[in-house]
Structures are given as C-alpha cells and as structure tokens.
C-alpha cells in the first residue's frame, strides 16, 4: 500500500534528495554499529558468558572505529534540531548510546559522497540498514536489488545478534550512510581511503519491485518494523 501525500512529504524530508533508476547504491560506515554498542554494555554479564573482555570491549567501541566520522572524530548521524545538506531538520531515532552534536553534513563521508555526485543520501538510525532501503526507495518510488553480503557488517555485530537470536540488518545503525549515485565504485575507494568501511551493494531500477538477495535467494523488500534492540533492551 502506497503512502498517502502528506506520510511521502515527510518521508522525503528525511532524506537529502532522491534516487533515480541506475543508481548504484553505497553503504559508508559499518551497519547496525549503535544498536551493537548499547547491547555490549547494557548485557555486559551475559555476553561474557560467551566472549572474552577484549572481545566485548571492541564490541562497545564499534561505532567510533567503524562508523562514519567528521574530522574533528564526531559521529556524522544527525540529531533533533539539527540540518542536514538539504536544509530539512532531521529527527532523531531511537536510544542513543552518548549524545552527538554538530551537522550531518560536516562529516568526511557525507562530504565525499556530495564531492562525487550522489542523487541522496540518508544517516541511518532506528530500524537499521533495511528500514534506511525501505525509507530511501519508497520516497523515490524506484524499485531496486540488493545484495546482503556486500553490506558492510562487523563480525562482532554478527556474533552478539546471534546470542540474542535478532537482525543485524534491523538493528540501530547510527553512524552509516546509505548514499544513491550514478557509479558508486571510485566513491567506495575514496571512503576506504579516509579509513571508512564501504561497498556497492546494490542498485536501483525503474521497476515496482525491491528485492533482496543472499548467496542466489531473494526475497521482497519490507515496510520497516520496531528496531530489532526493543527485543534485548525493552
């Protein structure tokens, strides 16, 4: 069921411009980071069980190493009364982990991604990486394929969602970017350059369909659903 006028305008305000069939779509910044850092501190006892220290402290130091980072080493995800590049004010989304000030578009990604031609951009927060693709490609009606094990996902994110049986890809992600672009690989090699996570990982189409592949299996995009880190830390 298609938004009505009034759900796709704000939709769209979220998002810095749209996408267009034949954008390659970039992920900056490892997904589900935040979502990953409050469960390795707010479970701390029960991960410990299974992982060692050093294991668990990486764990709660994911998103200032693998996220997307402005020069001066804050987060790039956007916070309440803050604009992003377009000059809409973008709200923020779910339990936040320590507080992030400044622009969305100061940060080194955000920046790059502008330099080299991207059509959109979105910071990723409540809900993860599938409700950023499901947010993106609804405000600009264009169907897409995407490939799950391009997504760039740290392993200590993958191994602490499997102890508490949840979806990394519907997890917090602050600290990503999901970025629309006409060609999307010298964007990926910049990011890597700057010491970001960064890959393809699918593009759009002028089609109704949004599918989502792993390893030859597709399936539908969905409507987005409650952030999966309600399951852990209600």
Request: net charge negative; glycine share 12%.
């Amino acid at each position: 069921m298609r938004l009505g006028q009034a759900a796709m305008e704000a939709l769209q305000a979220e998002i810095c411009g749209l996408l267009t069939p034949g954008n390659e779509l970039v992920v900056a910044g490892a997904v589900a980071l935040e979502g990953t850092v409050q469960i390795a501190k707010a479970k701390h006892d029960i991960l410990r069980e299974h992982f060692s220290e050093s294991f668990l402290r990486n764990a709660g130091e994911l998103r200032d190493v693998y996220g997307t980072v402005k020069e001066n080493g804050e987060s790039c995800a956007p916070v309440g009364n803050k604009e992003d590049c377009c000059g809409e004010t973008m709200a923020a989304g779910g339990k936040l982990s320590a507080p992030i000030t400044g622009k969305v578009e100061d940060c080194a990604a955000w920046k790059a991604a502008k330099a080299a031609g991207a059509t959109a951009l979105y910071a990723m927060g409540e809900g993860g990486f599938l409700s950023a693709l499901w947010k993106m490609a609804e405000a600009s009606q264009v169907g897409l394929e995407m490939d799950f094990t391009k997504v760039p996902i740290r392993q200590e994110t993958i191994e602490i969602c499997e102890i508490f049986d949840i979806n990394p890809y519907k997890l917090n992600a602050r600290g990503a970017i999901l970025i629309g672009i006409p060609a999307g690989e010298a964007l990926v090699q910049e990011l890597r350059r700057l010491g970001m996570m960064a890959a393809v990982i699918g593009q759009t189409n002028a089609g109704n369909d949004r599918m989502l592949y792993y390893n030859g299996n597709g399936r539908y995009l969905e409507r987005p659903g409650k952030d999966e880190i309600y399951k852990v830390l209600p």
